[in-house]
């Protein structure tokens, strides 16, 4: 090693690191919101399943979607759509996240 390469993996790190982390942070987000965005849509399915069959969509929603979802539903016609909002924070409260839906539609079932 020659005497003027000396200190020179240390600088080549040192830019090198930050944007290494900020990928490593956005994958990790990426990642959190797929599993998010899963879930949304499986509760969505269930929910619209559900009220469909006139049940609790409210109910079926709160079992399978991720916590503090807001879930949206109306009829239109002969039609359930169902709509799960949820905030994705991978790394706590205090840093930004973002928001993820999922939603799914059934049609009515006839009264037996």
Known sequence: MRRTDRGSVTAEL???LPSL???LMFGITGVAGTMVKLRCCAAARDAALAQARGDSAEAAARLAAPDNATVTRRTDGGVVR???RAPVKPFGPRL????VEGSAAAAVEPPT
């Open 21 to 23: 982390m900020l990928l």
């Open 96 to 99: 930004p996240g973002l928001v």
């Open 14 to 16: 040192a830019v090198a």
């Open 82 to 84: 169902v709509t799960i």
